[in-house]
Nanobody
Framework: VQLQASGGGLVQAGGSLRLSCVAS????????VGWFRQAPGKEREAVAA????????TYADSVRGRFTISRDHAKNTVYLQMNSLKPEDTAVYYC????????????????WGQGTQVTVSS
């Protein structure tokens, strides 16, 4: 599956952005899809994921209650709605997919989109 991430940008603290991850080549309903981020000098971390099967969603503690991951099966797209953004959310955000994936470990994901930069100013 090929993934195309978009939607990043510059926003003030407290603002919102919606990232999109559009898939081609395969239907995302058969995949776990995760959003990961990497800030300069930091490890890549899992932000949110929607898992294969019953579509269970998981979130990092740092974003729970502020970010929401969702699927649009008709558009073969996964979104990450990010509200109440903080400067510490600044990072390059990546979407990734794993066929019938049930974990959110980055190393388990084998299809990655290009990153989209999110910058939150204070």
């Amino acid at each position: 599956v090929q993934l195309q991430a978009s939607g990043g940008g510059l926003v003030q603290a407290g603002g919102s952005l919606r990232l999109s991850c559009v898939a081609s080549g395969r239907t995302l309903s058969n995949y776990a899809v995760g959003w990961f981020r990497q800030a300069p000098g930091k490890e890549r971390e899992a932000v949110a994921a929607v898992l294969w099967g019953f579509g269970r969603t998981t979130y990092a503690d740092s974003v729970r209650g502020r970010f929401t991951i969702s699927r649009d099966h008709a558009k073969n797209t996964v979104y990450l709605q990010m509200n109440s953004l903080k400067p510490e959310d600044t990072a390059v955000y990546y979407c990734a997919a794993k066929f019938r994936g049930v974990t959110v470990v980055a190393g388990d994901f084998d299809s990655w989109g290009q990153g989209t930069q999110v910058t939150v100013s204070s």
